[in-house]
């Protein structure tokens, strides 16, 4: 068995990390969920002021769960300013708190009770309960707008407690319920005050005041600061600049706790730091400004006495004296080794070595510190001045090293663990983008030449560089009936019904036939990629001959080129562009065979796809096969191909256009009826909406009667004609505007991964079901009138996380809330086809029937 390459580095990384003692706590990572909805946090220590009843009592308050009447309620109604009803729950040891999430109570429908506003209270003790602000002195936090919603609210600054207290908050007499979820990590540090003189003001030379106090300190303020914590233990680290705000641009100086050397007649500063218990100490850091142009320094020593079990200050400190780069004019953690000393509180005095001294972070490690770590900026070193090196014969010692060697090995095991875990994803991402995208058949594809294909207007622009996605699948599995092939059959044959999954294992080969009765038969999956010109569709589908490279088998006419004028580039891609196009004498030439949607008076509108005119045998021969699939869609739901001109270059294939544009931008300019809005914001009624709902229902149960996968099914690919008329594309993929909606993984192919279903994502699996997923969101989208992006509070990592939790199927899978002002059944239509299992999706023929059965609703 071979050992892992990465693992030397790690364990490198691990005595690096050992040795240079760069740990603190970090608030972008600390963000793990504490315990209430995974169950951690027994019922016993999460208490209430009141209940309502039995089954609404404190332990039903947790985060996504349904037990009981589905969450806390108090017994009465909360009352303006009466702050008397709480949910206090108790992490049994102190945490780092820098996220809180809440709910209302859902019960399945059955309860519409929560809370819009809330406060928190935390206590690290248990007896001295502290109002949480935010950095400008704001309590009153936003909680929810429904019951079933989760809402997330960063604390900023974080907090630092045992005891945390929901309390709801209100403008009128209401009856609210609560389910609510903690998130951070354990505070390692065991820190629980520190008290210092009060910062001062630095005078620029303009008459500009930096204020260096510490503005989120929860102690006692006046001349000092008194048994409290704030920025020094905020996890926020200042810039070199101390006038600059690394995070959140309060005002300047906000990042630095700083004093003036003159206000010291000692020449030091002395701050003193109590902990949870008696800690065995082997460093401290100090995160320090050092902008010595304008008199700010390092201190030049350190020097800390311990507290531990006696009410008298140990006589014997630790005397550090720093060694100063006075070239080097950038802010830096100072590491103060403290040489194991047994203690419950330190103190320290801070020597001045210029004008001014500033702090914005002060961390320890002792026994049970370890915290994630981060990128720190280089330390300074420090000297000991008073530290005895004769080894001393101590059990303690022998029991902290097996303490230490064992995190190591846990720690070890988790990075291992990490590494692997991220291997398996990239492999199923890297799985689904292959399923997606062919590399060994990627037509290249730019814009056509000047030569080309308009009578005026030309346009000349450079291709995009973005890459293609595909949208419509075509599989073919082993018949039941299949024979041994006798002869190939040169002309391609009408589609057969198939079965979706049986076709994923034979991509790529040849498609072997049979006749058994005069009907062909396909032995094995055979799809190849057909990477739409314009950066768009991929086409999977059966080998075709050499009769339609010829352009013959083709039952779309050619159209007269020069009868096309541009008018606007709808998108690019890589390999071409998809342009708008005015056309003279459509109807004529399509006959009765098509009815445009042309309002009166107007133009034809038309879209074009190209292919540029020097693209190579291959390309020729996908943009034919692209032809061949379009040419055989007939639905009233379905963009339709209405000509090609394929006789000369460069090759153009024309489809039908909406006046009204894609769905997502047209539903985006509209407000719902129910709500207020500005006479000159156009309004779209509830059954306007299911019209488009029911309409997509429609094509989509067409394209899976002929075993079609669209892939890429969203609003952005759904056009809107007049009267609401709603015809499924695939453009949105080419256009720029919609690049956000696509993940790109490792430059070579780009997924609409906030659309997809978790068994696409992870197992790269498309099959109708998927498409079934994919419209639950278009629903979402349609129902939010295009207000925001799918999940758009997640990042892109954290939705392909929040696949993973669908997989797990243990109860943390975040779904897409409810949007305002759509009904139960809607939603509970959309959950449907979220639903973890695809057998149990429901198909499109029965959700084209439930929404139509609907719609006779009143």
Known sequence: MTSHPRIPCLLLLLLIILNCVKSQVNPALCRYPLGMSGGHIPDEYITASSQWSESTAAKYGRLDSEEGDGAWCPEIPVEPNDLKEFLQIDLRGLHFITLVGTQGRHAGGHGNEFAQKFKLKYSRDGTRWISWKNRHGKQVIDGNLNPYATVLKDLEPPIVARFIRFIPVTDHSINVCLRVELYGCVWLDGLVSYSAPSGQQFILPGGSVISLNDSTYDGAIGYSLMEGLGQLTDGVAGLDDFTQTDKYHVWPGYDYLGWKNESFTNGYVEIMFEFDRIRNFTAMKVHCNNMFTRGVKIFREVQCYFLSESSEWEQSSVSSVL???????????????????????????????????????????????????????????????????????????????????????????????????????????????????????TISLSLPSESSVYNHNQRSA?????????????????????????????????????????????????ASTSVSDGVPHYAEANIENLQGVT????????????????????????????????????????????????????????????????????????????????????????????????????????????????????????????????????????????????????????????????????????????????????????????????????????????????????????????????????????????????????????????KEQPYCQLSDEQVIENTGEFFRDQGRQIYLPQPPNCPDYIYKLMLSCWRREAKERLSFHEIHLLLQESSKRK
């Open 323 to 441: 060694v100063l780069d006075d070239a080097n004019p950038s802010a830096r953690f100072v590491t103060v080794p403290l040489h194991y000393h047994m203690a419950s509180a330190i103190k320290c005095q801070y020597y001045f070595s210029d004008t001014w001294m500033m702090f914005s972070e002060i961390t320890f490690q002792s026994d049970a510190a370890m915290y994630n770590n981060s990128g720190a900026p280089a330390e300074s070193s420090l000297v000991p001045t008073t530290y005895d090196p004769t080894p001393k014969v101590d059990d303690s010692n022998t029991r902290i090293l097996i303490g230490c060697l064992v995190a190591i090995i846990f720690i070890l095991v988790a990075i291992i663990v990490i590494i692997l875990w991220r291997q398996f994803w990239q492999k199923m991402l890297e799985k689904a983008s292959r399923r997606m995208l062919d590399e060994d058949i």
């Open 462 to 510: 450079s291709p995009s560089e973005q890459e293609s996605n595909s949208t419509y699948d075509r599989i073919f599995p082993l018949g039941p009936d299949y024979q041994e092939p006798t002869h190939l059959i040169r002309k391609l044959p009408e589609f057969a019904p198939v079965d979706e999954e049986a076709g994923c294992s034979g991509a790529g080969k040849p």
């Open 535 to 786: 950066g768009s569709n991929t086409y999977s589908v059966p080998a075709i001959t050499m009769d339609l490279l010829s352009g013959k088998d083709v039952t779309v006419e050619e159209f007269p080129r020069n009868l096309l004028t541009f008018k606007e580039k709808l998108g690019e891609g890589q390999f071409g562009e998809v342009h708008l196009c005015e056309v003279e004498g459509i109807e004529e030439f399509l006959g009765n065979n098509f009815v445009l949607d042309i309002g009166i008076n107007q133009p034809a509108l038309v879209a074009v796809k190209m292919l540029r005119a020097d693209a190579n045998k291959t390309a020729r021969n996908d943009f034919l096969k692209e032809i061949k699939i379009m040419s055989r869609l007939n639905d009233p739901n379905i963009i339709r191909l209405l000509a090609v001109c394929i006789t000369d270059d460069p090759l153009c294939m024309i489809t039908e256009y909406m006046e009204n544009g894609d769905l997502n931008q047209f539903l985006s300019r509209h407000a719902a009826e129910e709500v207020m809005q500005a006479s000159y914001v156009p309004t779209i009624r509830f059954t306007e909406l299911k019209y488009i709902a029911i309409q997509i229902a429609s094509g989509m149960k067409y394209l899976s009667s002929l075993n079609f996968v669209h892939r890429d099914l969203a609003t952005r690919n759904c056009l809107v004609g007049k009267n609401y008329t709603i015809k499924i594309a695939d453009f949105g993929m080419s256009r720029n505007l919609y690049s956000g909606d696509y993940y790109r993984i490792q430059g070579r192919a780009v997924l609409p991964i906030r659309w997809m279903s978790w068994e696409s994502i992870l197992l790269g699996k498309f099959t109708t079901a998927s498409d079934v997923w994919a419209y639950g969101v278009t629903l979402w989208e349609t129902f939010t009138l295009c």
